[in-house]
């Protein structure tokens, strides 16, 4: 009887399993939180206050591995808004027009995304889950990884005694941000895997409303993302429709503009973005939480794909590269990963291999990822960074005509966001087409605030009330 450990319950973990389901007699998960049995907060999950989405190459990987997830999604509430088409968006340097394009998001709270992912996964009879059940170590060694070492939560206090090993044909880590994957592989007499760390400081203050009464079902929500390259900290929030007729804002911010958590500075550093429509807005709806602020958010990618692991073993998600949050990418990425996974098995099924291919196509769907965020980040004041920073200025100068030009071709619009989303390849922004609409620049002015607004009758009255405006500072 072939068997498989997940360690950890989560996204990516949940994924990851029902791929190893069809390939094993039994996959457990190892789970140290207690899962809700409604849609609710957990514990293990402090971001979980804060926005969430997935992109459509990622909602369409969901459906794949889980097929119905996100009719499912929609059924509970889950909004989908076409990008830029359907949202509000000024990028780091101009308000977007409204292009149709071929991508979208799919916008719902944590909580209500990982109760219908859990109902579909566990779904599986092969697979179980062991809550409140923590990780202690890998069995195995240097060359083979034969099981994982766990601990029930509330056992006895002599470790040993309440110490049990779960036997593997392959185990699969994906315990996330927090993952102990380098000590344990060390213990394992492994030489430390090499990794890659920009960090900008980046910090989230967070709070839902209920939207407005005569909100319309097309409510457009708001995005406003950050500038790098300038000199001053990065600044952006965004303003999105959820289930249950209720918005998420979410502020973040680069080290020296971290979003404050205090009633009055929250909706001031909301006020003025060109325009203050995000703080008209908030004006009319009625909060429904308390601000909640995370940190945290750097990048950090160790490369599993570089390093000789042991047979049985690997890396998926977070564990893997943990992307910061504020550019949206980190469960599109997982569930792509998943999709990797599952090509690999499918192929050759569990040989002595996997792990280092499986590894190297998730390399594959990271590096893009990486460039967006990490590769943003190291342009922010104050940023730490192992990675060196070449050809800034041009970076910076081809970043910003990027942003310029599609915020107003519906060619290059199409493409970068098809592309950020996942539905196609980077190669796409390498065609000769799209690089010469690029370098010739932008063919129209800029839209102005008020005409980027009038694009959405979608916010019909609610931004109309001028007293609504706090005192604010542009960014």
Same mark, same amino acid.
Not at 35 to 57: I, V
Not at 202 to 213: L, M
Not at 262 to 271: N, P, V, W
Not at 334 to 344: D, G, H, P
């Given at each position: 009887?072939?068997?498989?450990? *997940?360690?950890?319950? %989560?996204? @990516?973990?949940?994924?990851? &399993?029902?791929?190893?389901?069809?390939?094993? =007699?039994? !996959? /457990?998960?190892?789970?140290?939180?207690?899962?809700?049995?409604?849609?609710?907060?957990?514990?293990?999950?402090?971001?979980?206050?804060?926005?969430?989405?997935?992109?459509?190459?990622?909602?369409?990987?969901?459906?794949?591995?889980?097929?119905?997830?996100?009719?499912?999604?929609?059924?509970?509430?889950?909004?989908?808004?076409?990008?830029?088409?359907?949202?509000?968006?000024?990028?780091?340097?101009?308000?977007?027009?409204?292009?149709?394009?071929?991508?979208?998001?799919?916008?719902?709270?944590?909580?209500?995304?990982?109760?219908?992912?859990?109902?579909?996964?566990?779904?599986?009879?092969?697979?179980?889950?062991?809550?409140?059940?923590?990780?202690?170590?890998?069995?195995?060694?240097?060359?083979?990884?034969?099981?994982?070492? *766990?601990?029930?939560? %509330?056992? @006895?206090?002599?470790?040993? &005694?309440?110490?049990?090993?779960?036997?593997? =044909?392959? !185990? /699969?880590?994906?315990?996330?941000?927090?993952?102990?994957?380098?000590?344990?592989?060390?213990?394992?007499?492994?030489?430390?895997?090499?990794?890659?760390?920009?960090?900008?400081?980046?910090?989230?203050?967070?709070?839902?409303?209920?939207?407005?009464?005569?909100?319309?079902?097309?409510?457009?929500?708001?995005?406003?993302?950050?500038?790098?390259?300038?000199?001053?900290?990065?600044?952006?929030?965004?303003?999105?429709?959820?289930?249950?007729?209720?918005?998420?804002?979410?502020?973040?911010?680069?080290?020296?503009?971290?979003?404050?958590?205090?009633?009055?500075?929250?909706?001031?550093?909301?006020?003025?973005?060109?325009?203050?429509?995000?703080?008209?807005?908030?004006?009319?709806?009625?909060?429904?939480?308390?601000?909640?602020?995370?940190?945290?958010?750097?990048?950090?990618?160790?490369?599993?794909?570089?390093?000789?692991?042991?047979?049985?073993?690997? !890396?998926?998600?977070?564990?893997?590269?943990?992307?910061?949050?504020?550019?949206?990418?980190?469960?599109?990425?997982?569930?792509?990963?998943?999709?990797?996974?599952?090509?690999?098995?499918?192929?050759?099924?569990?040989?002595?291999?996997?792990?280092?291919?499986?590894?190297?196509?998730?390399?594959?769907?990271?590096?893009?990822?990486?460039?967006?965020?990490?590769?943003?980040?190291?342009?922010?004041?104050?940023?730490?960074?192992?990675?060196?920073?070449?050809?800034?200025?041009?970076?910076?100068?081809?970043?910003?005509?990027?942003?310029?030009?599609?915020?107003?071709?519906?060619?290059?619009?199409?493409?970068?966001?098809?592309?950020?989303?996942?539905?196609?390849?980077?190669?796409?922004?390498?065609?000769?087409?799209?690089?010469?609409?690029?370098?010739?620049?932008?063919?129209?002015?800029?839209?102005?605030?008020?005409?980027?607004?009038?694009?959405?009758?979608?916010?019909?009255?609610?931004?109309?009330?001028?007293?609504?405006?706090?005192?604010?500072?542009?960014?």
């Amino acid at each position: 009887m072939t068997a498989a450990v *997940v360690l950890g319950g %989560g996204m @990516a973990g949940l994924l990851a &399993a029902g791929v190893l389901a069809d390939h094993v =007699d039994e !996959v /457990v998960v190892v789970e140290g939180d207690q899962y809700p049995e409604e849609p609710g907060a957990r514990r293990g999950l402090p971001q979980g206050h804060h926005n969430h989405l997935f992109m459509k190459g990622g909602a369409d990987a969901l459906d794949e591995l889980l097929p119905g997830t996100t009719d499912l999604l929609r059924a509970a509430g889950a909004q989908q808004r076409g990008l830029p088409h359907d949202i509000l968006t000024r990028g780091p340097r101009d308000w977007f027009e409204r292009n149709p394009t071929d991508t979208w998001l799919l916008l719902m709270s944590r909580a209500v995304l990982d109760h219908v992912v859990r109902g579909q996964a566990l779904r599986n009879p092969k697979l179980t889950v062991r809550q409140h059940t923590k990780v202690v170590g890998l069995v195995g060694d240097a060359r083979r990884v034969t099981g994982v070492r *766990v601990e029930r939560e %509330g056992r @006895a206090a002599d470790a040993e &005694a309440s110490e049990e090993t779960l036997p593997a =044909d392959i !185990v /699969v880590d994906a315990t996330g941000r927090s993952a102990r994957t380098p000590q344990w592989l060390e213990e394992l007499g492994v030489p430390a895997v090499e990794e890659d760390k920009v960090d900008a400081g980046f910090a989230y203050a967070s709070r839902w409303y209920r939207a407005p009464a005569d909100t319309p079902e097309d409510f457009p929500g708001v995005m406003i993302q950050v500038q790098q390259g300038t000199g001053r900290p990065g600044r952006g929030v965004a303003l999105l429709p959820n289930e249950g007729g209720k918005w998420i804002v979410t502020q973040f911010g680069s080290k020296g503009g971290e979003p404050p958590t205090d009633e009055k500075d929250f909706a001031t550093y909301s006020g003025d973005w060109d325009h203050p429509v995000i703080a008209r807005l908030l004006a009319r709806a009625t909060p429904l939480t308390g601000i909640r602020s995370y940190r945290g958010m750097h990048n950090r990618w160790r490369h599993y794909e570089k390093a000789r692991l042991p047979e049985g073993f690997l !890396v998926i998600g977070d564990a893997f590269a943990a992307l910061n949050p504020t550019y949206g990418t980190g469960m599109t990425v997982s569930a792509r990963s998943a999709l990797v996974l599952r090509a690999e098995l499918r192929r050759t099924g569990l040989t002595p291999d996997l792990g280092r291919r499986v590894h190297k196509g998730i390399a594959k769907i990271v590096a893009f990822a990486w460039q967006s965020s990490a590769g943003n980040d190291v342009l922010f004041p104050g940023a730490e960074s192992t990675i060196p920073v070449r050809a800034e200025k041009f970076q910076t100068w081809f970043g910003a005509r990027i942003s310029q030009v599609a915020a107003r071709n519906r060619a290059v619009s199409n493409t970068t966001f098809s592309v950020g989303t996942f539905i196609a390849p980077p190669t796409r922004m390498a065609s000769l087409g799209y690089l010469w609409r690029i370098l010739r620049g932008p063919r129209r002015p800029a839209l102005t605030a008020e005409q980027a607004i009038a694009q959405f009758p979608g916010f019909g009255t609610l931004i109309e009330d001028p007293a609504a405006v706090p005192v604010s500072h542009p960014q």
